[in-house]
């Protein structure tokens, strides 16, 4: 990361380098031509034809390096025709005319015409009165002294952006640093949590950290709870398989003569209570997906139609919001419903009544039977596994127990309570809502 950062602020810095050099350069070289085409309006103010048709200024430039041989400042006014007037500067030099223009406006250019020296010339064509010859006036300079300002300019720019790279990839890296140190005191504290001497990450750390402490500490938590409920589950497990296979035993070591059908009536017991763990293992493992989603109506249609194959003599009426839908997987959505439907059909009188209610909070699903109903004073003890009420028929006693346990797992909650409309149980399940 801090490479990184260290090469986009030294590309940064060079892109904005050349921008402020290219600026700045072409800034002092605007200036400098000004400074020429200055001279050349001058020189073209005061030019005069003479009687002989020669070039002379009314009053001469006030510059005295254009006296001084090879002073680097020079003029040159020349005419078809005529031989070039030049500068006593430059001497027995004289100034390339170029031809590849012609018109009356001012020209720049660098020019290389004479060895030792590259020149800035600054050219315009004018006809004075008098005259109907077009002469060409030019002013020249040295590039020294621009080209020394330029490199003045570079270097310090050099030497400041270098300066500023250096500050900024050193902040970069204190940066990093200081901003990676909380961090890395997170890992101290996740080692700590690992090697059993901590539960918790119990540091105050930025604030900018501690949602991630937050969510970590919720995250053991919550491993901690399914850790537990695992524990719980398998000792539930083997207190549930406990029994029967003491009966069983008992029976095999007594010699019973009814020994198969002990053994059949005691397995089936043990699968039952094994499908009802495995229903327990099954939702908590669903509980943790964000995606779980079921419909519920459609649930609700195909548990009444199969419910309606085992009671054919048995009205179920399905009512209430079509549309809703629980944050609920469907294959546990299912079993919850098919469970207390089928009771419903089983120990009711032949009517079942099912009622979906769509609430703020969540979804409520009522299912109402016109049976005998349970005693409000057992009406909690019956979510045991394998309580019964009514043992003429058949059953394990793990219906409830089931629909409880996975209600549970999603968040949600069932209540039993007596049915104003039809005089038996209702049922009221309430599951979260999946908006």
């Given amino acids: 990361m801090i490479v990184v950062s260290a090469l986009w602020i030294m590309l940064l810095l060079s892109?904005?380098?050349?921008?402020?050099?290219?600026?700045l350069t072409s800034a002092i070289t605007n200036?400098?031509?000004?400074?020429?085409?200055?001279?050349?309006?001058?020189?073209?103010?005061?030019?005069?034809?003479?009687?002989?048709?020669?070039?002379?200024?009314?009053?001469?430039?006030?510059?005295?390096?254009?006296?001084?041989?090879?002073?680097?400042v020079y003029w040159?006014?020349?005419?078809?025709?005529?031989?070039?007037?030049?500068?006593?500067?430059?001497?027995?030099?004289?100034?390339?005319?170029?031809?590849?223009?012609?018109?009356?406006?001012?020209?720049?250019?660098?020019?290389?015409?004479?060895?030792?020296?590259?020149?800035?010339?600054?050219?315009?064509?004018?006809?004075?009165?008098?005259?109907?010859?077009?002469?060409?006036?030019?002013?020249?300079?040295?590039?020294d002294g621009l080209d020394d300002q330029i490199s003045v300019i570079r270097r310090t720019m050099v030497k400041s952006f270098g300066i500023l790279g250096i500050g900024l990839i050193i902040?970069?890296?204190?940066?990093?640093?200081?901003?990676?140190?909380?961090?890395?005191?997170?890992?101290?504290?996740?080692?700590?949590?690992?090697?059993?001497?901590?539960?918790?990450?119990?540091?105050?750390?930025?604030?900018?950290?501690e949602p991630l402490t937050e969510e970590l500490n919720a995250l053991l938590a919550h491993n901690e709870t399914q850790a537990e409920e695992a524990r719980r589950h398998a000792g539930n497990l083997a207190h549930a398989l406990k029994t029967p296979l003491t009966v069983i035993t008992n029976a095999a070591t007594a010699k019973a003569p009814d020994l198969a059908d002990t053994v059949c009536r005691e397995a089936t017991t043990m699968r039952r209570q094994v499908d009802h763990h495995l229903a327990r293992a099954r939702a908590i493992g669903r509980r943790s997906s964000a995606q779980a989603k079921a419909e519920l109506w459609p649930s609700l249609e195909a548990v009444e139609r199969a419910v309606s194959r085992l009671y054919e003599n048995v009205t179920i009426d399905l009512a209430g919001d079509k549309k809703a839908a629980v944050r609920v997987e469907r294959q546990d959505l299912d079993e919850m419903l098919g469970n207390l439907i089928e009771n419903a059909a089983?120990?009711?009188?032949?009517?079942?009544?099912?009622?979906?209610?769509?609430?703020?909070?969540?979804?409520?699903?009522?299912?109402?039977?016109?049976?005998?109903?349970?005693?409000?004073?057992?009406?909690?003890?019956?979510?045991?596994?394998?309580?019964?009420?009514?043992?003429?028929?058949?059953?394990?006693?793990?219906?409830?127990?089931?629909?409880?346990?996975?209600?549970?797992?999603?968040?949600?909650?069932?209540?039993l309570e007596e049915s104003e409309d039809l005089g038996g149980l209702l049922a009221r399940l309430k599951l979260p809502l999946c908006s």
């Fill in 76 to 143: 040159q006014i020349s005419g078809k025709g005529y031989e070039p007037f030049p500068s006593r500067s430059l001497w027995d030099r004289r100034l390339a005319v170029r031809g590849n223009h012609q018109d009356f406006d001012v020209h720049t250019y660098d020019s290389k015409e004479f060895p030792d020296e590259t020149l800035r010339v600054v050219e315009r064509e004018a006809v004075l009165p008098g005259s109907k010859v077009r002469w060409r006036f030019q002013v020249a300079q040295s590039r």
């Fill in 171 to 209: 902040l970069a890296v204190l940066q990093a640093l200081y901003g990676l140190w909380p961090l890395r005191r997170v890992r101290r504290a996740i080692a700590s949590i690992r090697s059993g001497e901590k539960s918790r990450i119990e540091e105050r750390f930025p604030r900018e950290i």
């Fill in 31 to 72: 200036n400098f031509d000004a400074q020429l085409d200055y001279v050349l309006t001058a020189l073209i103010a005061s030019a005069e034809i003479g009687p002989d048709g020669e070039v002379f200024f009314n009053r001469p430039p006030a510059d005295q390096r254009f006296l001084e041989p090879a002073s680097g």
């Fill in 346 to 415: 089983k120990y009711g009188g032949g009517r079942v009544f099912v009622t979906v209610h769509n609430t703020p909070e969540c979804v409520e699903v009522e299912v109402e039977d016109d049976g005998a109903g349970i005693p409000e004073a057992e009406r909690i003890s019956i979510f045991d596994r394998g309580a019964r009420l009514d043992t003429g028929k058949p059953g394990t006693g793990l219906g409830l127990a089931i629909v409880r346990d996975v209600a549970q797992i999603y968040g949600g909650s069932i209540q």
């Fill in 15 to 23: 892109g904005g380098g050349v921008a402020l050099d290219r600026v």
